[in-house]
């Protein structure tokens, strides 16, 4: 099985990323999200989860800085405040490799600009109707407001 990396490389042959190296706690708190909410996913339903938290971050109405996206109340399953320990080793590595090169901007969004998600399956009903359907990514339904 391919890594993130290796999947990535097939398709991006020159990087235009110049800026500073991540902040670790921003890249945690992504993987966080990408490991509870998609690590049974395929890579670009992970990849989606990622770019939503940074859609949130880049939207006004969400918080200012990642781990606040991140823990708001209510937002996202199973995401706790407390110590995390990944079980899977594997898909918390690819996680942090996920969240790394959405942060960086090295994949784009296939979400085009959701901020919202949820698996059709788990919850049974549209939670927001009143905002846009993006598509679906995996088991998961993505959304936009406008």
Known sequence: ????????????????FTGDAPPPRDIHCI??????????????????????????????????DVCSVVFAPHQFTDIQKTRFVPEDKKAWKQAVEIATLTYTGFIDDPTF???????????????WTELREIGDIGNHRFKKGD
């Open 31 to 64: 993987a966080q999200t990408v490991y509870h909410e998609a690590r049974g996913e395929p890579i670009l339903g992970q990849v989606a989860v990622a770019s939503v938290v940074m859609n949130r971050v880049n939207h006004e109405r969400w918080g200012k």
């Open 113 to 127: 600009g959701a901020t919202n998600y949820y698996n059709p399956d788990k919850v049974g009903y549209d939670p």
């Open 1 to 16: 099985m391919l890594t993130v990396i290796q999947y990535l490389s097939y398709f991006l042959a020159v990087s235009s």
